[in-house]
């Protein structure tokens, strides 16, 4: 037997995996979303109170019309529940259903899509889901989103026959892309240039340059066209320097992930002179009792509201993810028409150096700190909302807010105040009251931006039925104290 044939039923097993983890993740967000109402955390309080509202476009997403995908998939799918059942809960859950399945159903595109040997983009797209997603689980952020369509667009521009379907196929998939998230772009870019690796002559390359232009004419179009309110763009502006922002790498839970990776690969090779035979089992072992000597005496923090800067290891992680698949998906003529002569033997030295062994240790590693991140986000999460919600149906009050009727957050203690988003707390604390019906509104004393204008929230008290009357009367005089 070769050192080839020796090889292939590790990586055919390190595939196994991939698979399995990201086929596995994508359920147990589903799983865990619905069963916590994370689709209401931070942003999602105030985004699922407008669906109940049946008013998402006048509350916010007329200021970002560059993303209309997840407010067509989502959003008018959870309105229209609202509209026909005449009830807020069922379009939350709908929202929620949708948002937290757009992985799963992602996956099954891409594997439908995929006709690369092995179905290599679908390996690459489970191995990301695994990895990167969990990262900002949580977070209502429309890089969720953009992740998604990214693998199933990019195996449909790499797979789809030369035919007008195709290209109709490829232009659809590269419009809904763009509407993502403007992180999409650097996505829509990652796609090209793994195309372009094949020549710039290339059908593929060609086919997909002028869908993209296209779209993204469309998406200027539109962006050019629908404003975002003068009250919100300074705020768009700031937030996407945030979403650049190298310095987001920085957060704990990230750290964490990292060390445990270094510490893995320096215990196998210490463990590799000792006993080759059971380096990986070893390395392992002493990583995981590491991170649980860490996460028992040492740690403290919460990865909550920092699961929206880690955005920035979408953006940086997924494309170079998607270049290495179509690398590895390319055939043997490919690479000697590439006008790259040197990607070839690239391609020979790293497979032939790859481990797949240790490959899968890492990503077992990383799969660990991210169900303990996750566990303790939920569980504080639960915790939380209950905080909100007695202090929703309390007695207690602070008048000097605005309204007798208001309470103020700061009642909660600091530890279970890492999880709050104080600009949406107030709609949290209508959607976790009884019936929808909060006796008091909990707001936070320091809150700087205020999502709903006067206006606004007089036009939503007078026709968002779904909600109870006296839940839509706070909801306006918070907002017209305000704006």
């Given amino acids: 037997m070769s050192a080839a044939d020796k090889i292939c039923p590790a990586r055919r097993g390190l595939y196994i995996l991939c698979v399995n ?124 989103m953009a992740h998604t369509l990214f693998w199933p667009v990019l195996a449909i521009c790499l797979c789809t026959p030369h035919r007008p379907r195709g290209a109709v196929a490829v232009f659809a998939g590269l419009l809904a892309l763009v509407f993502t998230h403007e992180g999409a772009i650097v996505f829509s870019g990652a796609i090209l240039f793994a195309l372009f690796l094949r020549g710039w002559r290339h059908p593929l390359f060609i086919r997909t340059t002028a869908a993209f232009l296209v779209a993204m004419t469309i998406w200027l179009v539109v962006k050019l066209t629908v404003r975002p309110d003068d009250y919100i763009a300074g705020v768009l502006a700031a937030a996407a320097f945030r979403f650049v922002d190298i310095r987001n790498l920085g957060e704990p839970a990230f750290l964490v992930l990292l060390a445990a990776l270094l510490s893995f690969g320096a215990a196998v090779v210490v463990f590799r002179r000792i006993d080759p035979a059971k380096t990986y089992t070893y390395a392992v072992i002493v990583s995981v009792a590491a991170l649980a000597v860490y996460w028992i005496a040492f740690d403290r923090s919460l990865l909550a509201e920092a699961r929206y800067n880690l955005r920035t290891v979408l953006l940086i992680a997924t494309p170079v993810l998607g270049v290495l698949a179509v690398v590895s998906a390319m055939p043997g003529e490919a690479l000697r028409k590439s006008p790259f002569p040197f990607l070839a033997p690239v391609k020979a030295v790293l497979e032939r150096n790859s481990n797949a062994r240790m490959i899968s240790g890492a990503v077992l590693l990383i799969l660990l700190v991210h169900v303990v991140e996750t566990s303790k986000f939920v569980r504080a999460w639960t915790d939380y909302r209950s905080a909100v919600r007695a202090l929703a149906t309390g007695a207690e009050a602070n008048p000097l807010l605005g309204d007798p009727q208001f309470v103020s957050s700061r009642r909660i203690g600091s530890g279970l105040n890492r999880l709050a988003w104080n600009s949406t707390t107030p709609y949290l604390s209508v959607l976790v009251a009884p019936g929808l019906k909060p006796g008091r509104l909990v707001v936070d004393p320091g809150a700087g931006y205020f999502w709903l204008s006067c206006a606004t929230a007089r036009a939503s008290e007078i026709a968002s039925t779904a909600i109870p009357q006296e839940a839509r009367r706070l909801v306006r005089i918070y907002a017209c104290l305000h704006r």
């Fill in 21 to 144: 983890i990201g086929i596995a993740t994508s359920i147990l967000f589903i799983a865990v979303g619905l069963s916590s109402d994370l689709q209401m955390f931070g942003d999602g309080s105030l985004f699922t109170y407008a669906i109940a509202a049946q008013d998402s476009w006048p509350f916010h997403w007329h200021n970002i019309p560059g993303r209309l995908f997840t407010y067509v998939y989502a959003y008018i799918p959870a309105e229209t529940t609202v509209a026909l059942t005449g009830s807020a809960r069922a379009g939350i859950f709908v929202y929620g259903l949708l948002f937290f399945s757009a992985p799963l159903l992602g996956l099954l595109v891409t594997l439908a899509a995929d006709r690369t040997s092995g179905r290599a983009i679908f390996g690459y797209a489970c191995l990301s889901t695994a990895c990167l997603l969990p990262l900002v689980f949580g977070a209502p952020t429309e890089m969720w």
